[in-house]
């Protein structure tokens, strides 16, 4: 990228983080609970970003880890612990699920951690309804209380909206750190030709399980703030069709792309809100647009951007090539 | 599961735990023999087109719904059959094949199992928005009572879904691995390259499977919503057993498809009787990750090359 292009994407950045953080402070509770729900499920949305848009593996399994994150933090800050040593549990949690479930699935093919993670978020719901003294069952745990960070009670909607996005601020600089780091560009050779990364002398498979693993952990730390977020936490939002939620949003914001997930769970989220005129014709629609997108742009909305942007970059590219021509 | 409780009480009028393991073990076969139908479906879209179709289950729920909307409209039961055979060979055959598969093919195993996931959505949404959220009751096509075999007391219903799914699968499997007709689905399936060198109409074939698999979606549906009753839903738990019987038997085999059918409908049915209520839908699931640690290319497959 140019200098002039990298100091215009800063920019923006810097603008819409303005946006984010002055706009929402006239908003009532009900937008607030939306806006952070979209800041969560950026989260975890992000993390199966890692496995399936860089390392290229379908994990049906991102809401049960969100759940298990959920559960963490509920279970724990009920009992008194703070926060933050729910979220290093769940993180540790997660990790090491992910690890086991991911070991023997990628040992076969490709599509058998899809199934593999399928198992698993059924499973893992069956816990969640059934282990009545852990999870409370089906009544659910309530009065779920909000942290206090360094001295400041989040229990408001407004501070706590800040609570997720500045954690949404972290995990993105953090994210944007792994993508560039040798791990990343592992993960990224692996999408792109794994049997050239092989022969490159990358371990496919411990790649491949390290983005995994990686993501689900990130589906626990979603869990640990929608937890404090909706205040009550029982087993019904983590069914197999949080995952397949999540697995869309990837999708339909732009597999592969870093800020795919932000849009994917912008659309899966805030367009509900908005388009409540179409009751409940509006899954049906989201799932033929779905299909459709994916038909023409297989990498999402992103995906048609970058292709439209090439297209200008190769047509401006050509017409230097050709006036550089008539000047020699 | 509605069948497997029936049979559990048969048991206890009868007496003896012998005959109660017999009667679930009948039960198992007869809803097995359904999973292996809805799996042969499966293997058969995954062997000839790479399509790991994620809504094998709305498939079978969907045709319930076209036959109790065209005897809503006012048509008798055999005729709302037929239409419902039609136009699932229509929309779940050639739609499916021409409108989804064949645009996403080219983008790759992946993208097209997330584009099946999308349709399974879609079409439950459809089916709880035009049809009902609530579940309706379905005529069956075996008459209700008990026939008396060997002294005991057997659900005609039960024992009409084994007879008919079992011989379908029979005859499934003899057209596929007997005739010429089989050999050459085989054969395009396994080597489309060669095949088509040795003349076998590979992209003919192709179709031919898949409106294999809509026909067979609609037998399944005739022959499980009578039991389950029909409710925009219950393709999930269907889907999933099909899944896990496909895999379990072996992905890439017919056989195998069958034998993990009727083993995932024992299974079922045993452990609704033996595990805890809470826990028996987990045994299928722990049996599908124990294959896929121990026996990942399933009872009956073959290995596949493996690809990075």
Redesign the interface.
């Known amino acids: 990228m140019t200098r002039t292009g990298r100091l215009l994407g800063l920019a923006v950045g810097a603008l819409v983080l303005a946006a984010l953080i002055v706009v929402p402070m006239g908003f009532n509770r009900y937008g607030l609970y939306i806006l952070s729900q979209w800041a969560v499920m950026s989260i975890a949305a992000m993390g199966l970003n890692l496995t399936l848009g860089y390392a290229g593996q379908v994990s049906l399994a991102q809401g049960a880890f969100v759940g298990i994150g959920a559960y963490t933090a509920a279970i724990m800050t009920t009992h008194g612990l703070p926060l933050i040593v729910a979220l290093a549990v769940a993180i540790a949690l997660c990790l090491a699920i992910g690890w086991l479930l991911g070991y023997p699935a990628l040992r076969v093919q490709h599509h058998y951690l899809a199934f593999v993670t399928l198992a698993f978020s059924t499973l893992a719901f069956l816990v969640f309804r059934n282990e009545e003294w852990l999870t409370k069952g089906i009544y659910g745990i309530s009065a779920i209380p909000r942290p206090v960070i360094f001295g400041f009670a989040t229990s408001r909607p407004l501070p706590f909206y800040y609570v997720c996005l500045s954690s949404l601020a972290l995990v993105s600089l953090a994210m944007w750190w792994l993508i560039r780091s040798p791990w990343g560009r592992a993960f990224m050779a692996l999408r792109e030709n794994p049997i050239r990364a092989l022969s490159l002398g990358i371990d496919t498979r411990r790649y491949t399980l390290i983005a995994f693993a990686l993501g689900s952990a990130l589906g626990g730390v979603a869990g640990t703030l929608y937890a404090p977020l909706t205040q009550f936490v029982d087993p019904t939002p983590f069914t197999l069709s949080l995952s397949l939620d999540l697995l869309l949003m990837v999708i339909v914001g732009g597999a592969g792309f870093f800020f795919g997930p932000f849009l994917g769970a912008m659309i899966a989220v805030l367009l509900p809100e908005w388009l409540r005129i179409t009751e409940g014709y509006y899954l049906m629609l989201y799932a033929v647009a779905v299909i459709l997108l994916l038909i023409y742009s297989p990498t999402g909305i992103l995906g048609i951007l970058d292709r439209v942007l090439a297209a200008r970059r190769t047509k401006a590219a050509s017409a230097r090539r050709q006036a550089a021509q008539a000047t020699l | 599961m509605h069948l497997a409780g029936r049979r559990r009480r048969a048991g206890r009028r009868h007496g003896g735990a012998m005959s109660n393991l017999l009667d679930l073990l009948i039960a198992g076969l007869a809803t097995g023999a359904i999973y292996a139908l809805v799996a042969i479906g499966f293997t058969l879209l995954w062997q000839t087109s790479q399509t790991?179709n994620f809504a094998q289950g709305e498939f079978v729920m969907l045709p319930a719904f076209l036959m109790l909307g065209a005897m809503h409209a006012g048509a008798p039961f055999w005729l709302a059959v037929l239409i419902g055979a039609i136009l699932s060979l229509i929309l779940l055959g050639l739609g499916f094949k021409l409108l989804?598969v064949d645009?996403?093919l080219r983008?790759?195993?992946?993208?097209l199992?997330?584009?099946t996931?999308?349709?399974s959505?879609?079409i439950k949404?459809?089916v709880?928005?035009f049809f009902s959220a609530e579940a309706s009751p379905f005529p069956s096509i075996v008459p209700a009572g008990d026939v008396e075999i060997l002294g005991r007391a057997v659900s005609l219903q039960s024992l009409g879904v084994f007879v008919v799914a079992i011989v379908a699968v029979i005859g499934l499997n003899a057209l596929l691995t007997r005739t010429s007709f089989g050999h050459q689905m085989q054969a395009a399936a396994q080597n489309p390259t060669v095949a088509r060198i040795i003349g076998v109409p590979v992209e003919r074939m192709i179709l031919l499977a898949f409106l294999i698999n809509a026909l067979i979606v609609v037998l399944a549906a005739l022959l499980i919503t009578p039991i389950y009753l029909a409710k925009f839903s219950s393709g999930?738990t269907l889907g999933?057993a099909a899944?896990?019987a496909a895999?379990v038997g072996g992905f890439n085999s017919v056989r195998g498809a069958i034998a993990g059918g009727l083993l995932i409908g024992i299974v079922d049915n045993l452990a609704a009787a033996y595990v805890s209520t809470?826990?028996r839908?987990?045994v299928p699931?722990?049996l599908?990750?124990a294959i896929?640690?121990f026996r990942?290319q399933g009872l009956l497959g073959r290995r596949?090359e493996?690809?990075?």
Do not use: D
Request: proline share 7%; aromatic share 4%; charged share 10%.
């Open positions: 790991i989804l645009p996403m983008h790759g195993v992946l993208p199992a997330i584009a996931m999308a349709l959505l879609g949404e459809a709880k928005q999930e999933l899944f896990i895999i809470q826990y839908a987990a699931l722990i599908l990750i896929i640690l990942p596949e493996r690809t990075v």
